[in-house]
């Protein structure tokens, strides 16, 4: 047993509807003892008065309910995106704006590379952004024209490889026949490598081999770093293809003392059969540690609008592109959905485009026919075209949502015009449907698709300004309180979680976010800006600066 | 040589499992390396199986199975290096794959040679399933990438029922070749097209017993690999073709599947012949013989 703490700050904000805010709170044992004024604490007897976020904002500590722990992973390789980008270390990248800043970054690193094969890859380029300028393999032959090098886009859907590159995959000859591999003037590839049937086997030539689509130790153990710069006490790994082996690793990463944050651990559809999957996760809940939660579901329907393999209802893509692609069979997701509603373990479902989203809904619907659960809580995530009639068939059938927030900022100008069209872009991620449909909600980075950060996510979901300042779509815009309770409560309640976190209160696990700024005297515009000291995390202190 | 990758596609429940079992059993030497998106559904028969072992299942006669979750590239990788070197790669595509997709992917793995796209069809839900709320554009899109298409369970409906599904398939998937079941049997050599190669056992007529007619061509002169490919793939009564010509510049393997063709060039020296196989009563062995003469070359 250890003591109690009393913490002041200039402000708590609780999330705790009793309370709203206080001024001190009680720590001991990992878990909040009481929030309120100091006389009240006082007199839960012995304390220490530690005064150190005495002129700090304290607020639940912030939980991401949709990213992967392979932000972490992704600072081993080069970052080439628009917007300035913070690593674990805390060194902030600046965005490069021009190919020539591009190539300059990718030779600096180049050259400090020993082994003169050793394939050089950077990540999270963004042409938009450069007037959809087209980066050719002469460009990224400046870099080498002997070592592969490639380079991700940031939507993860194109991959820039140099001439070395294309060699090695098998592609520089003539004739190439797909929609997926570009031609120059020459008639060979011009290096730009679309769709995961090309950019998968590409990639292997330049550096995405299956290290660098595994999780390791030290991925995990940057992520929680990151979590600690962006406020984060909890977050969503979703999801891993879970084995003994990986959950070892997650153990064992998570069980280290100064591990700072709680991954909530879901597994993933893939590779498993409904019954293996569904079996496997729920024999996990028990491994669950204060640090690690297992024993949820992740299953993936649809793929992405901008990489046009969403599933569209009618009319479909706006720049007429055919229909997207299924990643599951129907009969599969309600085999899943009936046996996980059977043995109590949640699923959470990727439905980007809206005919994914009404497969879930009315999958889920004929699941509960058959094995009713008052309280599944059943999470579409990303949802990012649902109609109001879908919305309000969700909250009536219990289940919860999880909006792209952060996309609506980096890709919504694409979607107005090339996407989706004007209509349906300004219903995106409609957060004010969501809430007055009665859907708990929450927000998402889906990092590291775009930067972790919640505070960034609440910002967007509140503004709806795009990259280019406009807002788009007026209506679905949410209060900066509303946005500031769904990265902390309603990311709780999605994940099932909300009796231990999200709130500042008596009884839960003594979570906080450092803020050296108040956010709920932010408006929609400014709240992106409001920074974070660093977190408290079952009552341990990470300060960002040091961690 | 390169290895040949076979996709083997078609919705749940249209027989994808009946068939690798049936290849299993049938395999008869060749070895097979079959890829499966996850065993749990797999119902191999369990006579098969000699070991399994996390993501690998040996099967008797030197086939194996394996998971390949969400890395198939690694599991192509995998059995590409394995020794003894594979016969022949399948792969059962999920569901709601397109097998073209794969096949794409398959063609740019090093040392590896995409073969057919095989699509299954179950008789009595196909139709059905190409009306499918949310699948009808992914069902017809399956049946369309097909070289030759395989309806199953043709013995629960009547025939004419039979006949009303091929009319229709024939006009989604006009490219494709029928594979025809006769007593719950199917030619491995239509199937897969694995013709003994000479160094392994003689050449003989390999389809006696089947629906199948098969003729062997030795060609005497040198060949336009193009020309040929060309010709048989056009022959709509030639399922498959395959085997060994001289060109001008050296031996071409060629290979023909429904109405697809490709050669490669290779460095060394094989036994020349060319198997192809057609439908009995629709084959006519004499036309194959023609395409062939059309194809020589008098110039080299």
């Not at chain 2, 094989?270 to 110039?299: Q, W, Y």
Request: hydrophobic share 40%.
């Amino acid at each position: 047993m250890s003591g109690t703490t009393i913490y002041s700050a200039r402000k708590i904000i609780t999330m705790n509807p009793n309370r709203p805010m206080v001024t001190h709170v009680a720590v001991k044992d990992g878990r909040i003892l009481a929030a309120g004024s100091l006389d009240e604490l006082a007199t839960w007897g012995a304390f220490t008065l530690d005064e150190r976020f005495a002129d700090k904002v304290i607020m639940p500590g912030l939980i991401e309910g949709h990213a992967h722990s392979m932000e972490g992973a992704l600072w081993s390789f080069t970052y080439v995106g628009w917007f300035d980008r913070m690593d674990p270390d805390g060194k902030i990248w600046s965005g490069v704006k021009t190919v020539d800043d591009v190539v300059d970054r990718m030779s600096q690193i180049e050259k400090t590379m020993n082994d003169p094969n050793e394939p050089l890859l950077g990540w999270g380029l963004d042409p938009i952004y450069m007037d959809n300028v087209r980066v050719t393999r002469h460009d990224l032959d400046r870099v080498s024209a002997t070592r592969p090098i490639g380079i991700l886009h940031a939507s993860g859907h194109i991959l820039n490889v140099n001439t070395k590159g294309l060699e090695l995959a098998g592609l520089l000859k003539p004739g190439q026949n797909h929609p997926g591999i570009p031609l120059g003037d020459d008639g060979l590839p011009n290096g730009e490598l679309k769709s995961p049937e090309i950019t998968m086997p590409a990639g292997k030539h330049v550096g995405m081999d299956r290290a660098f689509l595994a999780a390791d130790a030290e991925g995990l153990r940057n992520y929680g770093r990151l979590c600690v710069r962006a406020g984060v006490t909890t977050s969503s790994d979703l999801g891993q293809q879970l084995n003994d082996d990986l959950v070892g690793v997650f153990e064992t990463v998570t069980g280290q003392a100064d591990y700072p944050v709680c991954l909530v651990a879901f597994c993933i559809n893939l590779g498993k059969s409904p019954a293996e999957l569904v079996d496997y996760t729920a024999s996990m809940k028990d491994r669950s540690t204060q640090r690690l939660e297992l024993g949820k579901i992740k299953v993936i329907a649809d793929g992405s609008i901008q990489g046009f393999s969403a599933r569209l209802q009618w009319p479909g893509y706006y720049n007429g592109a055919p229909n997207g692609l299924w990643y599951i069979a129907p009969d599969q997701m309600a085999d899943i959905y009936q046996r996980a509603l059977a043995a109590g373990v949640q699923v959470h479902t990727h439905t980007n485009g809206d005919e994914a989203t009404q497969l879930a809904i009315e999958t889920l619907e004929g699941a509960l026919r058959k094995h009713p659960d008052f309280d599944h809580r059943f999470t579409l995530q990303h949802c990012q075209l649902a109609t109001e009639a879908q919305f309000r068939k969700m909250g009536r059938l219990g289940m919860c949502v999880n909006l792209f927030a952060n996309h609506h900022f980096y890709w919504g100008d694409e979607h107005f015009a090339l996407t989706v069209g004007p209509e349906r872009a300004e219903r995106m991620n409609a957060c004010r449907t969501a809430l007055d449909q009665g859907v708990p909600m929450t927000i998402h980075s889906d990092a590291p698709v775009t930067p972790l950060g919640p505070l960034f996510t609440a910002a967007a979901a509140a503004s709806r300004r795009t990259a280019s300042g406009r807002v788009q779509g007026e209506h679905q815009r949410i209060s900066v309180k509303e946005a500031l309770y769904a990265v902390t409560m309603g990311a709780a309640i999605t994940m099932k979680m909300d009796d231990q976190i999200g709130s500042i209160e008596i009884g839960k696990r003594a979570d906080f976010a450092v803020l050296y700024d108040d956010p709920t005297e932010a408006d929609p515009d400014t709240l992106k800006e409001v920074r974070v000291w660093g977190t408290v995390q079952g009552g341990r202190i990470f300060e960002a600066a040091t961690i | 040589m390169k290895i040949p990758v076979t996709v083997i596609g078609g919705y749940l429940g249209a027989g994808k499992t009946t068939l690798i079992n049936y290849m299993l059993r049938s395999a008869n030497g060749l070895r097979l390396a079959i890829l499966v998106n996850e065993f749990g559904d797999l119902a191999i028969d369990q006579d098969l199986i000699e070991a399994q072992d996390d993501g690998v299942m040996a099967i008797s006669g030197g086939c194996v199975c394996c998971a390949y979750g969400n890395d198939m590239i690694g599991a192509l990788e995998d059995m590409r290096d394995a020794t003894p070197a594979f016969d022949h790669i399948l792969i059962e595509a999920s569901g709601v794959a397109l097998p073209a997709s794969i096949m794409t992917t398959v063609g740019m793995v090093y040392g590896l040679r995409p073969d057919a796209t095989i699509v299954l069809a179950d008789v009595e839900q196909i139709r059905k399933n190409a009306r499918h709320k949310f699948l009808h554009d992914t069902i017809l899109a399956q049946l369309e990438q097909a070289d030759l298409l395989l309806l199953t369970k043709t013995d629960l409906v009547d025939a004419s029922v039979v006949e009303d599904v091929k009319d229709w398939l024939s006009t989604v998937a006009p490219i494709a070749r029928f594979l025809p079941i006769a007593n719950g049997e199917i030619a491995l050599e239509a199937l897969i097209g694995a013709i003994p190669f000479a160094q392994r056992r003689p050449m003989e007529n390999v389809t006696h017993k089947s629906v199948f007619d098969s003729i062997v061509i030795t060609p005497d002169h040198n060949i336009d690999p193009q020309a040929l490919g060309e010709a048989f793939a056009n022959d709509p009564t030639i399922t498959r073709a395959k085997g060994f010509v001289q060109t001008a510049t050296g031996t071409a393997l060629i290979h023909v599947v429904g109405s697809r063709y490709a050669f490669d060039l290779l460095d060394d020296h094989h036994s020349l012949g060319v198997v192809c196989i057609g439908i009995k009563g629709e084959f006519d062995p004499s036309n194959a013989e023609k395409h062939m003469r059309h194809a020589e070359r008098t110039d080299a």
